[in-house]
């Protein structure tokens, strides 16, 4: 478990530094992610165990991470309410828009490979 730990905040923090040294307008735990992602794939081989079960013991506990994201909203209640109408209107257009784009590139794929 101390390994698949090791090596996931070895590719956070690689991400992070790659992140802020190239100024990528990505998050440093993403580029990480990809970082890890990649070594996988590349490795060929099943993952190891202990980072399968640090993966899982992570996930089991996803609820908890949360629970920052949760203290935030309601921190900030007074200042969601007032700004409601723009962030609903923000969020359903960025969903009718995101369905859309990708409605026009599957039938783009379907016409040239299907």
Known sequence: MIAGLTTLLACQLAGELLARAFGLPVPGPVVGMVLLFAALMLRRRPVPAGLNT???????????????????????????????PAIALAVVGGTL?????????????????G
């Open 97 to 113: 828009l995101t369905i859309a784009a990708t409605g026009r590139l599957a039938q783009a794929l379907l016409r040239r490979f």
């Open 54 to 84: 640090t993966a899982d013991g992570l996930l089991a506990n996803l609820g908890l991470l949360f629970v920052p994201a949760g203290v935030g909203v309601v921190l900030y209640l007074p200042l969601l309410a007032r700004e409601g």
